[in-house]
């Protein structure tokens, strides 16, 4: 497999995932994530031969091959602080996990860094065929470099498995072929260092060996990208249907809502005046909704002393919604043009839910709103 269909999956999750945190501009875990692809993208387009020769030419040679290690094991350690973050949170375990990391990671860097510095000029253009695998600087290269490999990715696998255990089954799906991808990769890592090691003090131009490598990581890497496309498709489609299912349930609230918004208007919450912009950064389906349940809940409390006139003795809290909502239209008919600020009002719970949560609330208040639809229509 060519680099060029991963470098393709690279650009396309760096812009889907972008478009995601313009929306959603303050998400930790997604500014680390796009971050990550980000890193990765630069990490493969530098490993071009072309972009190799660029580099070199306008720096010195070396430059590059120091630079797009360097890019891909940022990366990847940004990976790792992504699902160590997802599975510990802001806690004082993953402020330890990100220094002991970081710090290996700095020197690693500084260590390749050295190696290439110690290495001949003539010889900075090295690869794992080459015939000076002898020089101190170039298999120190390879060893220090592939053992980091090895270790990030094998980190990266152990974080990602945590996150599967935790995860729903369709999201964890995902997770296991980001586990495959990366075990890929680690194995990959591996043959590079017995390779390398292998080739010390001998010749031998090894490309079969490094067309076969290069391809298996490439492979990896796709498969790492797949699990991470699939598992952020299942949670747009997990997100979407939540948003389809607040707008729905928002137009189910309407004849209720309108019922009382019409006796009462100062209960609607003030709105603000949204930006074009803001409203396609910032999709509004959850906040009109819950806004709605608010100024619904509110109304209620407000009606409720004329409820307690017309159905003295009636069960307001737990009454069959039929029942609640010819309640509801007898109180608003009774409801005066404007309201005396010294008459003493007392509220009463009106359509409590069987259960103490969300869901159960919002059903209440909706089979209230069919009943008041019903006694319109």
Not at 115 to 135: E, N, V
Not at 217 to 223: E, H, N
Not at 282 to 292: G, K, L, M, N, Q
Not at 309 to 328: F, K, M, N, S
């Amino acid at each position: 497999m060519s680099q060029e269909p991963v470098v393709i999956m690279l650009i396309i999750g760096s812009i889907w995932k972008f478009a995601d945190l313009v929306r959603a501009p303050h998400d930790r875990l997604l500014r680390t994530l796009v971050s990550c692809l980000l890193l990765l993208l630069l990490g493969e387009v530098l490993s071009f031969p072309q972009m190799i020769h660029a580099v070199d030419e306008l720096t010195a040679v070396g430059v590059d091959k120091v630079a797009y290690n360097a890019v891909h094991m940022i990366g990847v350690y940004v990976l790792v602080l992504f699902f160590i973050s997802s599975v510990l949170g802001v806690s004082a375990e993953y402020r330890r996990q990100r220094r002991v990391n970081t710090a290996l990671l700095a020197v690693v860097l500084i260590s390749l860094i050295t190696c290439m510095t110690a290495t001949p000029p003539s010889m900075r253009s090295h690869t794992l065929s080459t015939p000076h695998m002898a020089q101190p600087g170039i298999i120190a290269f390879y060893v220090i470099g592939n053992l980091y490999f090895i270790y990030v990715y094998v980190a990266a696998k152990f974080w990602v498995l945590r996150c599967a255990r935790m995860a729903s089954r369709h999201l964890a799906l995902g997770l296991w072929a980001m586990v495959a991808g990366l075990f890929g990769l680690m194995i990959a890592a591996v043959n590079r260092l017995i390779w390398a090691v292998l080739r010390f003090g001998e010749y031998g131009s090894g490309d079969a060996f490094r067309s076969f490598n290069s391809s298996m990581t490439d492979w990896a890497l796709s498969v790492v990208l797949i699990g991470i496309g699939y598992s952020a498709s299942v949670q747009m489609v997990l997100c979407w249907k939540s948003v389809l299912h607040h707008r729905r349930m928002f137009g189910e609230l309407r004849p209720l809502w309108t019922a009382l918004v019409a006796a009462y208007p100062d209960l609607v919450l003030n709105r603000g005046v949204a930006s074009v912009w803001s409203r396609v950064r910032r999709p509004r389906a959850h906040e009109r909704f819950y806004r709605r349940l608010i100024e619904c809940r509110d109304g209620l409390v407000r009606l409720s002393p004329l409820l307690t006139r017309v159905a003295p003795h009636a069960d307001l809290a737990h009454g069959p919604p039929e029942q609640t909502a010819r309640y509801i239209t007898e109180a608003l008919a009774l409801q005066p043009t404007t309201e005396d600020p010294e008459m003493a009002l007392f509220a009463a719970r009106v359509a409590l839910p069987p259960t103490n949560d969300l869901g159960a609330d919002v059903g209440e208040l909706i089979s209230i709103s069919h009943a008041l639809s019903a006694r319109t229509s």
